[in-house]
């Protein structure tokens, strides 16, 4: 938050198997990153000898082997089918290689042509509302756009708990990219998740989260002051571009991470742009690379 570093997966760790249930047991998908932390979270879930797979990684070799540990120590003989909380290869890109290792598999999740035509791959259409049920395990399917217009959270009912996806992550804030991202839909599905009153989260990236309802409100917060900072910041600054405001606004985030932020940014100026209250000089190109500026109206004239 404002006045204070803001916290980051940059150099987290957690171990490659983990129980964080008696449902649930958590395999990290061994492709640690800038934006993925120590990697993906994939998640065994159920409490028989045949259990649900929650995403898939993104097909790095060595991922196999720890899904095996998990299986192994969760007591999990079999996999009944992989369910995807969306399309990004970070989640969907390790279905191919395990299919491969375990045989035929059916895979849910919501249809998007384009995240899941670049794979092979036969979809079981999920859509809001869905239940997948295994053995101690029911997933129901929530449509929560924003991050990705294909992008479901997962509520696990037996332990009124979120699988939440990208949309809320152990540490850090999500990214909302220029392509299928929509901020507005986001903070729309904020508000969705929050309404359920779940009392855990299992996040695709960094560690489980124990207050659910405190995490959510806190990334809407979150969301707002960054908001009322960008719009401080074009008051201040006038017309400027996106790598301009990042650099007023975000002191409290490591530089590394500016080109992210410059996709948040866009997002909240897209928004903004949705509300009547900025404006910009391409408003057919690339928000990212456009001049903004506060709409007439809020007091900020054009050049």
Known sequence: M?????????GLELPDVAAWSPRVTVALGQNPGLFTGPGTNT??????????????????????????????????????EIVLTHGHPDHIGGV???????????????????????????????????LVETEGATLRAIHT????EDHLCFLLEEEHALFSGDNVLGVGTT???????????????????????????????????????????????????????IVDALATLGPSSVSAIVKQVYTDVPEVLHAAAALSVASHLVKLEREGRTRRD??????????????????????
């Not at 404002?2 to 940059?10: F, L, P, V, Y």
């Not at 290689?97 to 384009?114: A, D, M, N, T």
């Not at 756009?145 to 990705?148: E, L, N, R, S, Y």
Request: hydrophobic residues 35%; charged residues 25%.
């Open 282 to 303: 391409d408003r057919d190109g690339d928000p990212q690379y456009a001049r903004w500026g506060l709409h007439p109206v809020h007091g900020e004239q054009q050049p």
């Open 175 to 229: 990214v909302i990219p220029a392509q299928g991202g929509d901020l507005l839909d986001y903070m729309n599905s904020l508000e969705r998740v929050l309404s359920l009153q779940p009392g855990r989260i299992y996040p695709a990236h960094g560690p489980c989260i124990e207050d659910a309802v405190g995490k959510i409100r806190e990334y809407m917060e979150h969301r707002n002051e960054r908001e009322a900072q």
């Open 2 to 10: 404002a006045g204070k570093q803001q916290a980051t997966m940059i």
């Open 96 to 130: 191919p290689e395990v299919i491969e290792r375990f045989g035929p598999l059916r895979v849910s999740k919501l249809p998007h042509e384009g995240m899941d035509g670049h794979y092979s791959l036969e979809i079981h259409p999920l859509a809001d509302g869905a």
């Open 145 to 148: 756009p924003g991050h990705a």
């Open 43 to 80: 998640y065994l879930v159920g409490t028989g000898k045949v259990r649900i797979l929650l995403d898939a990684g993104q097909g790095e070799q060595s991922y196999i082997p720890v899904l095996e540990r998990a299986m192994e120590e969760s007591g999990c003989e079999a996999l009944q």
